[in-house]
């Protein structure tokens, strides 16, 4: 864990962040606390993620997500080399790095 980022502030951020029960929930919350772009960009690093894992390419990935190399870069690092936070929701949602079923 980055000791820069631990502190009692980020503490209480995380402890407000899991009292959010509903997506709902996370939107009044999140659009009060992130701008939209901050918001964007951390689902666009979260598909960037998931698409990692289904073994796409770089420009597959670029292309669908607008994300640039270099995050698409940033985040494979984190994916192989970080605290593996990506791979414990992976595993939480059942998302084993394949293509759901479409239902």
Do not use: W
Request: charged share 30%.
């Amino acid at each position: 864990m980055n000791k820069k980022i631990k502190t009692e502030a980020v503490d209480h951020l995380f402890e407000a962040i899991l009292t959010l029960k509903t997506p709902e929930e996370c939107y009044a919350f999140f659009e009060d606390v992130c701008t939209v772009n901050e918001l964007l960009s951390l689902s666009q690093r979260y598909e960037v993620a998931k698409m990692l894992r289904e073994k796409k390419t770089y420009l597959d990935i670029a292309e669908r997500t607008g994300a640039s190399t270099a995050t698409i870069s940033r985040v494979n690092r984190s994916l192989n080399y970080g605290n593996d936070g990506y791979d414990l929701v992976f595993t939480r949602l059942g998302y084993e790095g394949e293509e759901p079923e479409k239902k």
